[in-house]
């Protein structure tokens, strides 16, 4: 079973919608990132949390919320959809690599979101 | 800021080619570097890392050495595989923070 699950896998909306894409893991681990991919851009940071208390702004979070429900489950939601939110969507989260002593993030599939 | 600039893309080998992917930072400290893999429709995945100057990072036959002279961290593989063929994203972490910066990704196209 994959340790870091997105959900949904792809979704399609309209301008205006608002839409919550979820995020949960099963690593244990305290820290949570959102990302989103577009093509000639790379990653870029959304919002990311540190543990349950803790939520911050990423590079790009205008047009964003996010909710961290539990150690396990972080949200990413768009309030109000525009075409440019179109994109490739990446959760991670970041602990231990083992045996190796060093940190690393580990990302979920990806949720394609398109926005009509 | 901290930014991160690669090569860009695709890059096109024929199986058991040589290849470097070439990355440059700027970053204030001493930052670890990473490269990442991304194989089609999946996440992005560790390649491999080095946490200070010197070092060399190397995973599945791909090294890269961290140069701070230079601010660089290529990657390089002696011989490729249709298998390689993939997005590959070079990143670093200022040091002490677990955030990363990406670059913006280098597509390499393998054929047999």
């Known amino acids: 079973d994959a340790d870091v699950t997105q959900t949904p896998r792809n979704r399609i909306t309209k301008t205006g919608k608002r839409i919550m894409l979820e995020c949960s893991q099963t690593?244990?681990?305290?820290?949570m990132y959102w990302y989103r991919q577009d093509p000639g851009l790379g990653l870029r940071l959304i919002y990311y949390?540190?543990?349950?208390?803790?939520?911050n702004k990423g590079e790009i979070s205008d047009g964003y919320s996010v909710s961290r429900q539990a150690q396990a489950k972080f949200s990413l939601s768009l309030e109000s959809a525009i075409p440019n939110q179109t994109a490739l969507y990446f959760c991670?989260?970041?602990?231990?690599?083992?045996?190796?002593?060093?940190?690393?993030?580990?990302f979920g599939p990806g949720t394609r979101l398109l926005v009509l | 800021g901290d930014s991160v600039t690669q090569m860009e893309g695709p890059v096109t080998l024929s199986e058991e080619a040589f290849l470097t992917i070439n990355c440059t930072y700027t970053?204030?400290?001493?930052?670890?570097l990473f490269w990442y893999v991304q194989y089609p429709g999946e996440g992005l995945q560790l390649l491999l890392k080095?946490?200070?100057?010197?070092d060399k990072g190397s995973n599945k036959g791909f090294e890269a050495t961290y140069r701070k002279e230079t601010t660089s961290f290529h990657l390089e593989k002696g011989s490729v595989q249709v298998s390689d063929s993939a997005v590959y994203f070079c990143?670093?972490?200022?040091?002490?923070?677990?955030?990363?910066?990406f670059g913006k990704g280098t597509m390499l196209l393998v054929s047999p």
């Open positions: 970053a204030t400290g001493y930052p670890s």
């Open positions: 990143a670093l972490s200022p040091s002490g923070y677990s955030t990363l910066t």
């Open positions: 690593k244990g681990h305290d820290r």
């Open positions: 080095a946490t200070k100057a010197d």
């Open positions: 949390s540190f543990d349950v208390k803790d939520i």
């Open positions: 991670a989260t970041s602990g231990p690599v083992p045996g190796q002593g060093l940190e690393t993030q580990y």
